[in-house]
């Protein structure tokens, strides 16, 4: 039977794309399975993995492709500091050996030296990770950090050859180093809360608190993303704004506010209006209300429409374009619309994605939907696009930008175009 679920490995796998893991550390190799999961998701490269016992199964020894293993037997604490001792480094170091505190912390402080990039597994579920892991939270400046909890995993039973699914929560810790990426004309983290952004906040609080509990059809968009949009829209000035997706929920209206304080132009899209009817009324009165220079486009009849007009403006280098995208499970927008647009994204102009992965939602919300094989594979077929494009500059949102452990945090991802020379 498999150690983590298939939610968890798909995950897992989507991190390592993301970030174009070639050498990946493996705490914890149990039969394997984990370690082929990795492997699947790189193109190329070394797996280092550690076990106090060798239990891998027939599937490790079969497998045949371009990575290469290596096994190490022993106790991690000892092979971990060998590593450190000869200035090894990993582009993502992946903990689910010995779950007890004293065991997970000493894997973590050697870890911590030799990547920027660690993930825990079991972070809900074992008493000593999750110590470990709220030590970093709470006590260290240096790393963010983002868990993830979801309802359950779906296992595979090789005896049985089928999937059963269990409402176990092992829960991931992703842990990232902080540093200041080089992005273009200073909008390194610019999720984060700034002296101003933060003042802002403060004076508004009350309207992000009542748009958020008036607009009942965004209930997977909680307070905490509210405000981390608020410091991006806040800290960028945008001189446009373009929300593609599920146009008219609480984020539309947060947009419509800076476009009139501002006098800028808002610009929607919605591709699918199987859910329009259901509040068009509320975003047509507010509409009304600002009295400001808004735009919609309506289904897909109006696309070409919309993406004319968007491109007229990216031509302009000038043009500071906020690009918003949400269109959960839209395979036909990812596909085309988005990478029309990221095509011909300027480099004043930037571009952030929301429920990227198929985990999305707020905290007790239901993760996961029905979809959920659809949804993920069109987060991977367009990540393994974006990765190819040598003109852009991607990352995720910081997990830690301003709510902790809120799951949309490690799920939204910032693409800006490349200054030349690259």
């Known amino acids: 039977m498999e150690i983590s679920g298939i939610e968890e490995y798909n995950l897992i796998k989507a991190l390592i794309r993301l970030v174009k893991a070639k050498k990946i550390l493996e705490i914890g190799t149990s039969i394997g399975r984990g370690t082929l999961e990795m492997a699947s998701a790189m193109e190329g490269g070394e797996i280092c993995t550690i076990d106090i016992e060798d239990k891998r199964g027939r599937d490790f020894f079969r497998y045949s492709g371009n990575v290469k293993f290596n096994f190490f037997q022993g106790d991690s604490r000892e092979i971990l500091y060998y590593f450190w001792q000869k200035r090894y480094r990993f582009d993502l170091i992946y903990i689910d050996g010995n779950h007890h505190y004293e065991y997970v912390k ?57 999937y059963f699914y269990t409402h176990k929560k092992p829960g991931i810790a992703i842990v990232t180093k902080r540093k200041r990426v080089s992005f273009d ?148 927008f990812y596909d085309r619309t988005l990478k029309i647009l990221l095509e011909h994204l300027n480099q004043k102009s930037l571009c952030c994605i929301r429920n990227f992965s198929p985990y999305y939602g707020g905290p007790k919300k239901i993760l996961l939907n029905e979809n959920v094989e659809c949804t993920n594979q069109i987060a991977i077929d367009f990540c393994s696009w974006l990765k190819d494009r040598e003109d852009l500059y991607f990352r995720l949102a910081s997990p830690e930008a301003v709510f902790g452990d809120y799951v949309n945090a490690g799920h939204w991802i910032l693409i800006q175009k490349r200054r030349c020379p690259f």
Request: charged share 25%; hydrophobic share 40%.
């Open 106 to 162: 000493t894997d973590w402080d050697l870890s911590k030296r030799m990547s920027d990039l660690i993930v825990f597994h079991d972070v809900l579920q074992f008493h000593g990770v999750n110590r470990v892991v709220e030590d970093i939270r709470y006590k260290t400046k240096d790393w963010y950090v983002c868990v993830l909890d979801y309802p359950g995993t779906t296992f595979f039973d090789p005896k049985s050859q089928s």
């Open 185 to 332: 004309y200073n909008i390194n983290y610019i999720e984060h809360p700034t002296f101003f952004s933060e003042e802002l906040l403060k004076k508004n609080y009350s309207f992000l608190t009542e748009i958020r509990k008036s607009n009942k059809f965004c209930e997977d968009l909680n307070l905490y993303d509210i405000q981390m949009i608020f410091h991006i829209i806040w800290n960028f000035f945008p001189d446009i704004i373009v929300h593609m997706g599920r146009v008219g929920v609480s984020n539309t209206f947060l947009f419509f506010k800076y476009c009139k304080e501002k006098d800028r132009p808002f610009i929607g899209y919605i591709p699918s209006l199987s859910h329009f009817d259901s509040y068009k009324h509320v975003l047509l009165r507010a509409k009304k209300r600002i009295n400001s220079s808004i735009k919609l486009f309506l289904g897909l009849d109006e696309e070409n429409k919309f993406l004319d007009l968007i491109l007229s403006f990216l031509k302009q280098d000038k043009k500071k374009i906020f690009i918003w995208a949400d269109e959960l499970g839209q395979k036909f």
